[in-house]
């Protein structure tokens, strides 16, 4: 890669510990950005990926805290002004990526109260409280991607309340990114599809999943972590600088 083109600026990736998370910090660390590694319990794979980032000659360090709270939004903002200031001397920086989420495995019959709300604490009030807590902290000129699901499109009803979650991911991007334009603020969704990390490894590595997933994809492969960091690199990058207030989708054409 000849051109980095987010050198000297400072990424917050949610959830990099693995998977998605990990491709998009490991992919804006090689664009040259210091990325800000969070984890919510996984500390030795953050450690992993802030490791593998060093090796490929990147800047990275972790940051742990359990975004199912406000009280864990604001408990990762205090080690992140604390590390950021250590690191950097101010506690500001350019890049901040929505990525950890949960999902779910129970039917729209089966999901309980308690269910329903653990998914919603985690992948929309936190992110929300997030990004309206870090907004003295995010420069002006920079980028918010949100990363939402090919769901939001396709139906799956039998993981109803995981998809309202992130329909609700696509609204809240929408209007923040008219909320944030006059700041120069660019906020966009990316929308995976069917992914190969290690949350859907039990179903995707046996033949009829594997089968299942290619033959959703108009381009007869399953989706990479990489595929995705390649979008939210471009758009977090100032090439993106013209695309806001957008949903990405990023299924490689499942169910077109």
Known sequence: MNRKRSEGRIAVVTGASRGIGRGIAMRLAAEGALVVVHYGTRQDAAEETVAMIEEAGGTAFAV????????????????????????????QFDI????????????????????????????????????????????????????????????????????LTKGALNTFTLHLAQLLGPRGITVNAVMPGITDTDVNAAWLHTPDGHKFAVEMSALGRVGEPSDIADIVAFTAS???????????????????
Request: charged fraction near 20%; glycine fraction near 12%.
């Open 64 to 91: 742990g805290a359990e975004l199912d709270s406000l009280d864990g939004v604001n408990r990762l903002l205090r080690i992140l002004d604390e590390e950021l200031i250590r690191w950097t001397g101010i506690n």
């Open 238 to 256: 100032p090439d993106g600088r013209w695309i806001t207030g957008q949903m990405i989708d990023a299924t490689g054409g499942s169910h077109l």
């Open 96 to 163: 901040l990526v929505n990525n950890a989420g949960i999902g779910t495995s129970s039917s729209f019959e089966q999901t309980s109260e308690e269910d329903f709300d653990q998914l919603f604490a985690v992948n929309v009030k936190a992110p929300f409280f997030l990004v309206q807590q870090s907004l003295g902290r995010l420069r002006d000129g920079g980028r918010i991607i949100n990363i939402s699901s090919g769901v939001t499109r396709i139906a799956y009803p039998h993981i109803m309340a995981y998809n």
